[in-house]
């Protein structure tokens, strides 16, 4: 079940799942947890039996929704449940975006490539890590 977690991303277990998204550092990990309570952008968390087990954080800006971090529980990795957060969160956005957005590293951009996103490199943004923008075009039939 998808939930708005927002005002609860301070807590360790959401805290936890923001750290497999950002650097790996505690500084990078509160920045992130800060930027959903200070701000209008949204974290949901999707929850299966009780354990929290993915989130997603984003922002909406016109027609477009904008994921700023998306990370599931490693052990749950490979079970469809990053698809699933972005899918359920596209029923749960009004109004409906027209496109999906996110920009992530090479570890990650086979996930968006697999899931229909189109891939465009945006070079070496930090020295000696290259950066993707991704892009969704939404259908009409997944609104």
């Known amino acids: 079940m998808l939930k708005d977690i927002t005002m609860q991303a301070s ?3 959401i805290k936890e799942l923001l750290s497999y998204s950002v650097f790996p550092d505690p500084e990078a990990v509160d920045e992130a947890a800060a930027f959903y309570q ?3 952008s ?3 968390g999707y929850e ?3 354990l929290l087990l993915g989130v997603i954080g984003f922002d909406v800006m016109e027609d477009e929704l ?3 971090h998306l990370a599931v529980l490693p052990e749950n990795r490979g079970k469809g449940y990053g698809r699933g957060l972005i899918l359920e969160l596209l029923l749960e956005v009004q109004p409906k975006p ?3 957005i996110a920009e992530t590293d090479e570890e990650a951009v086979n996930f968006y490539r697999s899931i229909g996103f189109e891939v465009y490199s945006l070079g070496e943004k ?3 890590v290259e950066r993707f923008r991704c892009i969704y075009e939404v259908e009409e039939s997944e609104e």
């Open 11 to 13: 807590q360790p277990e």
């Open 38 to 40: 200070g701000g209008d």
């Open 42 to 44: 949204r974290l949901f």
């Open 48 to 50: 299966e039996d009780g």
């Open 66 to 68: 904008i994921i700023r």
């Open 98 to 100: 027209e496109r999906v």
């Open 126 to 128: 930090y020295p000696g």
